[in-house]
């Protein structure tokens, strides 16, 4: 271990400890938003990588990199427990975080395959995700495990989580963008949408729209908060109820601040962390 890492465990022994969420960017702030209603007081820590987003069209080891780097930072803040709030990060590099460090219990986010598969009426169901996510060998294990009766489409969104970054949710970019990454999933009859990327949760609104009516969507926030409580909560000591509610970003805390106050039906602390000099460009 080198020293700046050694600097950073001793560092972890004196911090709250608390439940780190993380995400390529602001997208993992709808997990975090279900997380927070159902664990009201816990000390929670998110940090938006916002600096080096959007994850879906960059390299493994670029994000395994960055998930590496997310990770040993939200340990060395005193987290016990972490969700990777993006779909991305848990398709490429998570059996990475979990090798190199054992000890720190990991809940990671996928697709809604399962949930879609039990929802649908006419056995056609849409995958929206990150082409990074949509090329992964655990999403087309995934899409195996539905046998047959099923159909899915799955339908790579070059772009969109980098619009929804942005923070403007009504510009007529992004809605052009959705509106031309769900064609493929209404001319293919599909009566269920999976939102593969915790970005798109929200748009979601934008996605009903475009897919009309009767369309279900599927967004399994809430599951994997519920995982998330039964699994990390036990680990928090009881909670102090002063600065539960932490956000970092690798990108600019302004920026973080306007989102943050826009989407989150609760007050937080905002501020920017600088990025590993090593990270891969
Ligand atoms: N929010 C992320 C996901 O769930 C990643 C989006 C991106 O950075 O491309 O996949």
């Known amino acids: 271990m080198d020293a700046h890492l050694q600097f950073r465990e001793r560092n972890a022994q004196a911090k709250t400890p608390c439940i780190g969420v993380c995400d390529s960017g602001v997208g993992g702030l709808s997990v975090l938003r279900s ?38 930072h939200l340990v060395a803040e005193g987290a016990v427990g972490i969700v990777i709030a993006c779909n991305t990060a848990t398709a490429i590099a998570v059996p990475e975080l979990r090798s190199s460090r054992p000890g720190i219990p990991i809940v990671g986010v996928e697709p809604g395959l399962k949930p879609a598969a039990i929802t649908t009426r006419n056995g056609r ?37 980098r619009l929804i970054e942005e923070g403007d949710l009504n510009s007529s970019q992004l809605r052009e963008a959705i509106d031309g990454h769900t064609a493929l999933l209404r001319a293919a009859g599909v009566d269920t949408v999976v939102l593969g990327c915790t970005h798109y949760a929200f748009v979601r ?5 475009a897919m009309g009516h009767g369309v279900r969507i599927i967004d399994t926030a809430d599951a994997v908060a519920r995982h998330a409580v ?42 920017s962390i600088s990025t590993a000099a090593e990270t891969l460009p």
Request: proline share 8%; glycine share 8%.
């Open 205 to 209: 609104h934008h996605i009903e729209a």
């Open 35 to 72: 997380l927070r209603a159902q664990l009201p007081d816990a000390p929670l820590l998110y940090v938006a990588d916002s600096g080096h987003a959007p994850y879906g069209e960059r390299s493994n080891e670029y994000i395994i990199d960055r998930s590496r780097w997310i990770m040993d």
């Open 125 to 161: 169901i849409g995958v929206m995700a990150t082409p990074g996510t949509i090329a992964s060998e655990k999403f087309r294990v995934l899409m195996q495990a539905q046998g047959n009766g099923v159909t899915i489409t799955p339908r790579p969104c070059p772009g969109l989580a």
């Open 230 to 271: 039964n699994t990390l909560g036990p680990l928090l000591p009881a909670a102090d109820a002063t600065d539960t509610m932490r956000l970092q970003t690798t990108g600019e805390a302004d920026r973080l601040r306007a989102i943050a106050s826009a989407w989150l039906p609760f007050l937080c602390t905002v501020e």
